[in-house]
């Protein structure tokens, strides 16, 4: 994640003709333009913000959000990647939601289309997750403050635009002749394995919350799961799978 940096106006010379030590200017990996408000200080001017990121093949299209603009997801990247929202300075929200891990870590849910999950105020829960796990809130700083948006609406904006979908499986199911394995898997998955039951296509979750947790999306779950074949061993599920036919869902979950 880039960091944006400010460049120090200075105003003043020095009275006399000896030579002074300059402090070397700080590097920065990219700055924002900036407009002079005269007196020696600066403001930030927002650089232009990525169109919001569009929905990917395979989902459905998701109940609108009021607070989902460009800039707000530009804003949320930033705060999401910010370890100063942490009371110590050191925790992100990407520390534990980690982007390359699926927005997910060890005994953490991965933080992908949540934009689906309507019984929630984003905003408000996102805020109190904050001050409860992170015991931290929103800094100041002048290019936060240039984004001139709530801090929470911000994150909330980049959370309900971390999509998973355009799988491999998605792909392969327009494909006249999708790979044998993972199609096998397929069947296994909606139909003897009853994994369909809570984990639906095309989110393959039922978004309903089952002993206090709500059941996690399977799309994407090879980025969080490194070894399916026992991970299926779900306990108490009343489904006795032979090793093929666990390779065979193996395979269907890779795809997806």
Not at 10 to 39: F, N, S, T
Not at 230 to 256: E, N
Request: charged share 20%; proline share 11%; hydrophobic share 40%.
């Amino acid at each position: 994640m880039k960091r944006l940096g400010v460049l120090l106006l200075l105003a003043a010379c020095p009275k006399h003709a000896e030579k002074r030590p300059v402090e070397p200017q700080q590097k920065h990996d990219a700055a924002p333009p900036i407009a002079d408000a005269g007196a020696g200080s600066a403001v930030f001017v927002v650089p232009p913000s990525p169109p919001v990121p569009a929905v990917p093949a395979g989902l459905p299209q998701p109940p609108p959000h009021d607070g989902i603009t460009p800039d707000a997801v530009a804003f949320g990247s930033l705060l999401f990647a910010d370890p100063a929202l942490s009371q110590d300075g050191k925790t992100a929200c990407a520390t534990c939601h980690d982007p390359a891990h699926g927005f997910a870590g060890a005994h953490v849910p991965a933080l992908v289309n949540l934009a689906w999950v309507r019984d929630r105020d984003w905003s408000a829960f996102l805020g109190k997750h904050l001050g409860d796990t992170m015991h931290g809130a929103v800094p100041h700083t002048p290019l936060y403050d240039a984004y001139k948006l709530d801090g929470m609406t911000a994150l909330a904006a980049f959370t309900l635009t971390r999509y998973e979908g355009d799988s491999a499986w998605d792909r392969a199911e327009r494909s006249p002749h999708p790979p044998a394995d993972a199609a096998a898997g397929y069947k296994l998955f909606v139909g003897k394995a009853r994994c369909a039951h809570c984990h639906a296509p095309p989110l393959y979750t039922d978004l309903a919350v089952h002993d206090g947790v709500r059941t996690p999306t399977l799309r994407g779950v090879a980025k969080r799961v490194t070894d399916l074949e026992v991970a299926m061993s779900h306990p108490g599920q009343d489904v006795t799978l032979a090793p093929a036919d666990k390779s065979s869902l193996a395979a269907f979950l890779r795809a997806l």
